[in-house]
């Protein structure tokens, strides 16, 4: 190997053996991510034509669907091994895509089906990130996480980028029939990397023993087992996943009001549909190109340096501060510069930081009660935020007392985030490995 390429992969925290799966990682998100972000403006576009006003029942019923899958995806997962479970989760949401993309060819104006079609997204794009960060923090140990998710979660921003630019320029040519079963090969393109990543987590990732802790996770050809809500009973009974809920509930408001606020912000600056779909990719590009910088210069030596507590706390201030300078120049130019500062924030920081917290429990906590985490607890904090935000519109009438009550709960979003990145470097670090399986979430005697 060069020794450009030595100084290259040292620079990104690459070690010997590690390379092949971080390319694998890198593609499995791409393909990912490029299926989803290519269907992304077409949902919000959908979400537009059925009424700004009706934008919390819209978020109502992604909760409900989201509240019958949990115990679908409990049995499933908790009867299949992991090699063939996360397989299957992907197929199974190709097939959907599919079954869209027939009956949008023949109902196209049809509003219940753009409805119908606006749900299934908001569900599918939580489980299946959820699942592909439940295998990489199964694939990677603690140590590789800390080091490799942000160049995983680049792969995501690629992917993110490619897919609403790729999917501008096809739209016209092979219409949204055409578009949903793109997106539904790019999903299945994902299988391959699956099989691969579990794979090597045999020869050098999770699987091999460690002399800090020599005690091996469970086996992906067994099943994990545990019941239809054991994901909820291992949150309930888990102060560190009850601290990653909240977390999560807190993202999920920051993100709503400022979604509501794009929505009627875009409904009256941009009039037709075509221009809102435009603008919708616009700043989807912008976020993943930045996105992609942050992750592949930053991300790592952030992490490296100064650990998952900077990674969880900066992005809340950041977030905070935006919804400030809203309070106080209410306009769409400084909302879509606070929803670009917050999601690249998001998707090169926390994202990567918030996965790493799930690589110092057991498989049942990363797969089940992660799931339930990232989206029942997510799709309730949408929910409920949508609602608040609704009230508070109705009761002040000013979008400034929506934008300074946003900044309070920053506040505390900043600190918990600080709480739960002192927790995992307990967990990960400074705890005897006793200690730490003692202590991990689902285990007797559990935080």
């Given at each position: 190997?060069?020794?450009?390429?030595l100084a290259a992969r040292r620079g990104l925290g690459i070690q010997p053996g590690e390379g092949?799966?971080?390319?694998?990682?890198?593609?499995?998100?791409?393909?990912?991510?490029?299926?989803?972000?290519?269907?992304?403006?077409?949902?919000?576009?959908?979400?537009?034509?059925?009424?700004?006003?009706?934008?919390?029942?819209?978020?109502?019923?992604?909760?409900?669907?989201?509240?019958?899958?949990?115990?679908?995806?409990?049995?499933?997962?908790?009867?299949?091994?992991?090699?063939?479970?996360?397989?299957?989760?992907?197929?199974?949401?190709?097939?959907?895509?599919?079954?869209?993309?027939?009956?949008?060819?023949?109902?196209?104006?049809?509003?219940?089906?753009?409805?119908?079609?606006?749900?299934?997204?908001?569900?599918?794009?939580?489980?299946?990130?959820?699942?592909?960060?439940?295998?990489?923090?199964?694939?990677?140990?603690?140590?590789?996480?800390?080091?490799?998710?942000?160049?995983?979660?680049?792969?995501?921003?690629?992917?993110?980028?490619?897919?609403?630019?790729?999917?501008?320029?096809?739209?016209?040519?092979?219409?949204?029939?055409?578009?949903?079963?793109?997106?539904?090969?790019?999903?299945?393109?994902?299988?391959?990397?699956?099989?691969?990543?579990?794979?090597?987590?045999?020869?050098?990732?999770?699987?091999?023993?460690?002399?800090?802790?020599?005690?091996?996770?469970?086996?992906?050809?067994?099943?994990?087992?545990?019941?239809?809500?054991?994901?909820?009973?291992?949150?309930?009974?888990?102060?560190?996943?009850?601290?990653?809920?909240?977390?999560?509930?807190?993202?999920?408001?920051?993100?709503?009001?400022?979604?509501?606020?794009?929505?009627?912000?875009?409904?009256?600056?941009?009039?037709?549909?075509?221009?809102?779909?435009?603008?919708?990719?616009?700043?989807?590009?912008?976020?993943?190109?930045?996105?992609?910088?942050?992750?592949?210069?930053?991300?790592?030596?952030?992490?490296?340096?100064?650990g998952v507590t900077m990674l969880l706390s900066a992005v809340p201030l950041a977030t905070g501060?935006?919804?400030?300078?809203?309070?106080?120049?209410?306009?769409?130019?400084?909302?879509?510069?606070?929803?670009?500062?917050?999601?690249?924030?998001?998707?090169?920081?926390?994202?990567?930081?918030?996965?790493?917290?799930?690589?110092?429990?057991?498989?049942?906590?990363?797969?089940?009660?992660?799931?339930?985490?990232?989206?029942?607890?997510?799709?309730?904090?949408?929910?409920?935020?949508?609602?608040?935000?609704?009230?508070?519109?109705?009761?002040?009438?000013?979008?400034?007392?929506?934008?300074?009550?946003?900044?309070?709960?920053?506040?505390?979003?900043?600190?918990?985030?600080?709480?739960?990145?002192?927790?995992?470097?307990?967990?990960?670090?400074?705890?005897?490995?006793?200690?730490?399986?003692?202590?991990?979430?689902?285990?007797?005697?559990?935080?």
């Amino acid at each position: 190997m060069s020794a450009p390429t030595l100084a290259a992969r040292r620079g990104l925290g690459i070690q010997p053996g590690e390379g092949s799966a971080v390319v694998a990682g890198f593609l499995f998100f791409f393909c990912l991510f490029a299926s989803y972000f290519m269907l992304r403006p077409v949902r919000e576009t959908m979400g537009i034509a059925g009424g700004v006003r009706n934008l919390q029942w819209l978020f109502t019923a992604t909760f409900v669907v989201m509240l019958v899958a949990i115990p679908i995806y409990g049995l499933c997962s908790a009867r299949l091994p992991r090699r063939r479970f996360v397989p299957w989760v992907y197929a199974f949401f190709v097939a959907n895509l599919v079954g869209f993309a027939l009956a949008t060819r023949a109902a196209p104006d049809n509003l219940w089906l753009a409805r119908a079609f606006y749900v299934w997204l908001s569900v599918f794009n939580l489980f299946v990130v959820s699942v592909a960060w439940s295998l990489m923090a199964d694939v990677f140990r603690p140590g590789q996480a800390r080091r490799l998710f942000a160049l995983l979660a680049a792969g995501a921003s690629a992917g993110g980028l490619a897919g609403p630019v790729l999917g501008g320029w096809l739209v016209p040519r092979i219409g949204l029939t055409g578009l949903m079963l793109l997106s539904a090969a790019l999903l299945a393109a994902t299988l391959p990397g699956a099989g691969f990543l579990f794979g090597w987590r045999r020869r050098a990732g999770a699987g091999v023993p460690v002399a800090d802790d020599p005690v091996l996770p469970q086996d992906p050809a067994r099943p994990i087992g545990g019941g239809l809500w054991a994901g909820l009973t291992l949150v309930a009974r888990s102060r560190y996943l009850l601290g990653i809920g909240l977390f999560v509930i807190l993202l999920a408001t920051a993100s709503t009001f400022l979604y509501f606020e794009q929505a009627r912000l875009v409904a009256q600056t941009f009039p037709s549909r075509t221009q809102q779909t435009q603008v919708f990719s616009a700043i989807d590009a912008v976020v993943q190109g930045l996105t992609i910088l942050v992750q592949v210069f930053f991300s790592g030596r952030i992490a490296r340096r100064y650990g998952v507590t900077m990674l969880l706390s900066a992005v809340p201030l950041a977030t905070g501060l935006g919804f400030l300078a809203l309070a106080l120049w209410p306009a769409f130019g400084v909302l879509a510069a606070v929803m670009i500062l917050r999601r690249v924030g998001e998707y090169a920081l926390l994202r990567p930081g918030r996965e790493m917290l799930f690589t110092v429990v057991d498989a049942e906590t990363k797969y089940k009660a992660k799931n339930v985490i990232d989206t029942a607890v997510y799709r309730a904090g949408d929910a409920v935020s949508a609602w608040i935000k609704t009230a508070i519109d109705a009761f002040s009438g000013h979008p400034a007392v929506v934008a300074l009550t946003g900044a309070v709960l920053a506040l505390g979003w900043a600190w918990l985030g600080w709480w739960l990145g002192c927790r995992h470097e307990g967990r990960a670090g400074t705890e005897p490995p006793a200690a730490r399986l003692e202590a991990a979430p689902g285990r007797p005697g559990g935080a």
